[in-house]
């Protein structure tokens, strides 16, 4: 890192006053006025070499401050002059005095209609014209002020505007460095942030002239003028690093080129210092508390929307991280219907293996006629396909679903569940009656989770009816045609109020190893899909669970 002094501010260059009159007199009586106040003054003693001197002078870089122009002069009289100033942009940073020997009023005031600033009428006071010439001076001066200050005000609500607009913190940071270094128009500039867990600053957005882009780098908050920035809450100003005890060269500023001065501004949401900006080299003179201000009033904007964008961010990743506890604790759940239909499926899985033990051991009998070994042979042939068609059922309940939303037959599904079930319901003596509707349309949903709410509920119904029962599961297709009812109705002992209010809410329940989530996790599967689950029951007269699915189709968010 180099560090050398800051280069002295140069001092205003002198105003430019081009006196055009073609009466050698008045030029000299003018110009030594003028000089006298050390002005630099040019002259012309026509229309065309007042035009051709003002475009020249232009050109250069040099532009004259005031015209002090003359009406009556040979060819291109001083109106024409006007007309021609004010219809090019390139004249526009000139100012132009009239002055006239004419004394009428309409003489007096053409010139101001065509766009003069202000009018003398000769002979004139050496006094005055130096007056009027200031006080042009000082409008102008106002006026670029005003100028320049709407700019920053323009720019400043630019940056507010584009950092608001994002909730990507990388692209707020790179959006805020860019038009803060635009707007005060430095070299470089860095952008940290405090670690909340380690309370380190880290740079975020380095912008170095050679490198581009750095990011990575850290310290602790006191060190260099950035960290005091960062410690403190208090901006600073330092337009001789060299001299300045806190800048260390290792941490202010950027490697491969001079640092000379440097701006820091806090950022600070709700009186928290989240970090700080740190300018380095304003490329055109020195630091002022104008330009220190206007960095900390950009900053609280910067600061809102680097919180906006933190907030976003975690705010994202904890519904990244619901969304998966979520998807586990249905997979869970999943797994815990399956443990409670245990018995019956190893029960439905080892008569075909039985069937097919049997047939094989048969067929092998040499005895046999080919016949007879054909015929056992395609006994077991069957019982395998059966078998297959057992575990491929649930293997398509039992993986994890991988939420993709497609056009579901509800009536299937729902002969898919109660097959599941089928050998508990046929084990606990539970007569099972089916009304399907027919040329039901189909939902958008996730087949496997509308599986599970079917399979938790007929799991209920079968524990409910203990001693055996009659549970009636059936599809209907509402008069509207918008929604799609599946309902379950059983002859259990019913539930009361009390139970009612709370058989959706997660850990409710009834039975002494039951988990109170399968009810509480299908409630949430059919919401997502944009429908509803509700339960009616008396004491002692059983219970009814209907789900409402909408045909239209609905993004479920699983």
Known sequence: MQVVPIPEENPPPPPRVLIADDDPRMLELIREVLQLSRWEVLEARSGEETLETLRRESAQGRPVDVLLLDILMPGMDGYEVISRVKSDPALSHTSILVTTALTSVSDKTMGLEMGADDYLTKPFDPRELLARIQVILRMRHTEQALRQRNRELAALNDISRTVTSSLDLDEVLVAAMNGIREILQVEAGSLVLIDEETGDLVFHKTLSPQQGWITGRTLRPGEGIVGYVAATGRPYLANDVTNDPLFLPEIDGESGFPVYALLCAPLIVRDRIIGAIELVNKLDGAFTEADLDLLQTMAGSVAVAVENAQLYTELADFAREVERSQAQLIQAEKMAAI????????????????????????????????????????????????????????????????????????????????????????????????????????????????????????????????????????????????????????????????????????????????????????????????????????????????????????????
């Open 339 to 558: 443990g409670r239909l245990a018995a019956s499926i190893a029960h439905e899985i080892n008569n075909p293996l039985q069937a097919i033990h049997n047939s094989l051991h048969l067929a092998m009998m040499t005895q046999l006629p080919a016949e007879k070994q054909h015929q056992y042979l395609a006994m077991a042939q069957e019982e395998v396909e059966r078998l297959i068609e057992i575990v491929q059922r649930m293997l398509d309940f039992y993986r994890p679903s991988k939420g993709g939303v497609v056009q579901t037959d509800v009536n299937q599904v729902l002969r898919n569940v109660l097959a599941i079930a089928g050998k508990r319901l046929q084990h606990g003596h539970i007569r099972v009656h089916t009304r399907l509707a027919k040329n039901l349309p189909p939902v958008s949903a996730v087949p496997d989770q509308l599986a599970q709410v079917f399979l938790n509920i007929v799991i209920n119904a079968i524990e409910a009816m203990p001693e055996g029962g009659d549970l009636r599961a059936g599809t209907l297709l509402t008069e509207d045609g918008g929604w799609v009812l599946v309902a379950f109705r059983d002859s259990g002992p019913g539930l009361t109020p009390e139970q009612i209010s709370n058989i959706f809410e997660p850990f409710y329940t009834t039975k002494p190893s039951g988990t109170g989530l399968g009810l509480a996790i299908s409630y949430g599967i059919v919401e997502r899909h944009g429908g509803t689950i509700e339960v009616s029951s008396q004491p002692g007269q059983g219970a009814t669970f209907i789900v409402r699915l909408p045909v239209h189709p609905v993004q479920a968010r699983t």
